[in-house]
């Protein structure tokens, strides 16, 4: 695992520095009182460098776990060995589920407006990807739809996707 975490970590890097060289090559970063359109990305692609960095290290310093701990010793709470994980055509479940409700959600958007497939994608989330009784979703969907069409739409004034029944 720690190999692992380490690949990652430096991917993770090697992914903030292409968005801070870009955003600083060909977006203009403009200054602290008036910042350009290359500002934001460059702050988060420094702020992804220094997690990574930080990550790494942290990954490098950690001794890896003793081969098969008996169950409750020496195991991270949360770590579930690799052959309980339930698959599909080999990937993790909740990975191919989550997946296939992202991408329902990004071709939904335009198709049928922001809350309705919102509504949706949190709805399929919610009961297919985390499980949750039908209750705790339906509230969480609501919720959260509202909050964010409130957020999105009246506090930061931007315009999203209505559908041709829904004024």
Not at 128 to 148: D, G, N, P, R, W
Request: include cysteine.
């Amino acid at each position: 695992m720690a190999k692992a975490e380490r690949t990652s970590a430096v991917l993770l890097v090697a992914g903030g520095v292409f968005v801070a060289a870009y955003s600083f090559h060909y977006l203009k970063l403009g200054m602290m009182i008036s910042p350009g359109a290359g500002f934001l990305p460059f702050l988060c692609g420094i702020t992804i460098i220094i997690l990574g960095a930080l990550w790494l290290l942290t990954a490098w310093h950690v001794k890896p776990p003793a081969a098969n701990p008996k169950a409750g010793e020496g195991c991270e709470t949360g770590a579930i060995p690799d052959e309980d994980v339930p698959r599909i055509w080999g990937l993790p479940r909740k990975m191919l589920l989550g997946l296939v409700v992202l991408i329902a959600y990004g071709w939904l958007f335009e198709r049928i407006g922001y809350f309705l497939s919102t509504c949706l994608f949190m709805f399929g989330w919610q009961m297919f990807v985390e499980k949750e009784s039908l209750l705790k979703t339906v509230i969480i969907t609501a919720l959260s739809a509202t909050i964010l069409y409130v957020l999105f739409q009246y506090l930061l004034g931007f315009q999203l996707p209505s559908c041709a029944w829904l004024p």
